[in-house]
């Protein structure tokens, strides 16, 4: 990629001698003041449609990526000026919260005076009060009710406030500690004593960022139990670094820059178009017409475009992992410790990783998780390996002898299951369709069935989330988690094991595991990195020693990005991955 930025930059300095390739002084364009210059839109695909831009809503990566395009939080992230980085700086807010009684368990944020919505109103403190309301709302029960209630800091009463409808206890909102101090300041009571780190932190994540009282009103049914609000265009405000113009949902989006937003003279882009596009190999073809500007490569790209210059690792914290039902009364063998060491065994995760272009994985916090304030990554720690499984937990023989203890165990003489997997995903098709050859190997063809169940992401999200409440959703399933939280804070990851987790994707077991992060909720752990990556290593143990999940690859990433792309990073990085929307392009 930097070699072709260096053609052009060559060419352009050629064709500047040859035929007055030059600026006009305070235009920026080539040529003569009279000519306009071209929009810069970059183009960009996602492997599904996005459906929903609620923030307060949105879950899936499509979705998540439109509501983060076009809304902010009160802090954010923007790269450094040197290139290496970036910085977690106030966004929405005017200064860094002030901790008003020096015990770090009240702060106060104040909001831009200037900070306002696509259309011009004013956000301030009634819009942050308003949104954080509709977020913890016991009725709507947004998708991010509990992240708002605690994931760097946890806000007094926000959990008892949100689950008062299951608890049986009633809490009003006035002991949330949420409230207006004036049109422009907001204070934040905390249960515990936090950091302002650790506040900023909670106010950046995407659960925090302000909805549009009068659409999101407009929107409510009549029990007040859902918003239509993010649905459609018409029904959608913009505050972020983009505004939303035109959107077909689930096929394609169009954005052009918001120039009230704070750090608008970053961005270089006049917009972006994002399409979408579930199969890689057209998406590829797509890039190879121009049509594209960049593009994530699945294994088939990689091997395509290896010997090409542009080819660029990334890193992604997504772990894939295999999940059970084993609520399940249809399939009690779900439940029995053997069975579940039988199918971890049993997985040949390095031929896999091969197969997928992925990394094979035996634990649940990523790689990309930092530890320590020096950027020391979690998976680097000693303490951190010590209980890993050799050969990537592959082990055949000690597999057959825990699926043979299973049957002696539970009386049967013959397993059938079905695998649940979203067919977007390559990595779990080629992780199935593995499975489902070697298993009954390993435990006998006449002993063991594996039938694939593939059905969109989507679909199969869903169905997983039902298993709480409905046991007989799935019997297993393919799943990946990548917690925003964890990159800074490892045990934050693992959260979505524990019981008690709001947004569980499957009926997860674990009481030592449970334990264990109730106690790196205390500030003698939380603030003390080194026993919060100790309490980590202990509670990722319990997990893969319970088999409350079975990890299998970790995602590792390959672009292609087109000469025309100009990055702000060298290397990825955590919080801003690319920056693309921060990139710049030389057409």
Not at 487 to 508: D, H, Q
Request: charged letters at 25%; proline letters at 5%; glycine letters at 6%.
């Amino acid at each position: 990629m930097k070699r072709g930025i260096s053609v052009l930059l060559t060419l352009c300095v050629l064709l500047g001698s040859l035929t007055a390739c030059s600026s006009t002084p305070g235009t920026g364009q080539s040529g003569s003041s009279s000519e306009s210059q071209e929009p810069k839109i970059l183009h960009a695909v996602a492997n599904a449609g996005a459906t929903i831009a609620n923030p307060l809503l949105a879950t899936i990566e499509s979705d998540t990526d439109l509501a983060g395009y076009i809304t902010s939080g009160l802090y954010g992230y923007i790269p450094n000026e040197d290139g290496k980085g970036s910085s977690l700086v106030p966004m929405l807010a005017e200064s860094e919260p002030v901790d008003v009684n020096g015990d770090g368990t009240v702060w106060q944020i104040a909001i831009r005076k200037d900070a306002q919505w696509s259309n011009g109103d004013p956000i301030n403190a009634d819009t942050f009060i308003y949104s954080w309301k509709m977020c913890l709302d016991p009725v709507l029960l947004m998708n991010k009710a509990s992240a708002l209630a605690s994931t760097y800091a946890t806000i007094l009463n926000a959990k008892e406030y949100y689950t008062q409808a299951t608890t049986g206890t009633k809490v009003d909102w006035e002991s949330v500690g949420l409230k207006k101090i004036d049109e422009y300041t907001v204070e934040v009571t905390t249960d515990g004593d936090f950091s302002q780190q650790e506040v900023m932190r909670q106010f950046n994540i995407a659960a925090s960022y302000p909805v549009y009282e009068p659409l999101f009103e407009a929107g409510m049914n009549a029990d007040r139990s859902e918003t239509t609000y993010g649905t459609e265009l018409s029904q959608i405000m913009s505050c972020g670094t983009f505004t939303l113009t035109e959107w077909v949902k689930g096929s394609e989006y169009k954005l052009e820059k918001n120039e009230s937003w704070p750090y608008a003279d970053m961005i270089k882009l006049d917009g972006m178009t994002v399409r979408a596009v579930e199969d890689k190999g057209t998406q590829q073809q797509m890039f190879d017409a121009g049509e594209l500007d960049y593009v994530l490569l699945d294994g088939a790209g990689v091997e395509k475009y290896a010997e090409d210059p542009r080819l660029t690792p990334g890193t992604s914290g997504y772990i894939r992992m295999i999940d059970m039902c084993d609520t399940n009364p249809n399939q009690p063998i779900l439940a029995n410790l053997n069975f579940k060491k039988a199918l971890f065994y049993s997985i040949d995760r390095e031929t896999i990783a091969t197969l997928a272009n992925k990394m094979p994985c035996t634990w649940l916090v990523p790689n990309t998780s930092v530890a320590y304030a020096d950027g020391t990554t979690f998976r680097s720690l000693d303490i951190a390996k010590e209980y890993l499984p050799e050969n990537y937990g592959y082990d055949p023989e000690y597999a057959k002898e825990c699926f043979d203890k299973a049957l002696e165990e539970t009386g049967l003489s013959k397993v059938e299951l079905s695998i649940t997997y979203g067919t977007t995903s390559a990595d779990f098709k080629v992780i199935v369709e593995y499975l489902q050859e070697a298993w009954p190997q390993i435990f006998g063809a006449d002993r063991f069935v594996l039938n694939l169940n593939g059905m969109p992401n989507a679909q199969s999200l869903e169905l997983r989330k039902s298993s709480p409440t409905n046991p007989e959703a799935y019997e297993l399933g393919c799943a990946d988690w990548s917690v925003s939280a964890g990159k800074y804070n490892p045990i934050k990851a693992l959260e979505v094991f524990t019981s008690t987790y709001s947004r569980r994707n499957a009926p997860y077991h674990c009481d030592a595991a449970d334990a264990l992060y109730e106690q790196s909720l205390d500030s003698s752990v939380r603030k003390d990195e080194k026993k919060l990556a100790e309490v980590t290593a202990a509670m990722e143990k319990a997990l893969l020693e319970e088999v409350a999940v079975i990890p299998v690859l970790e995602n590792r990433t390959f672009y292609m990005f087109s000469d025309d792309i100009q990055l702000v990073f060298e290397e990825q990085d955590p919080s801003l991955a690319w920056g693309i929307k921060f990139a710049d392009l030389n057409r």
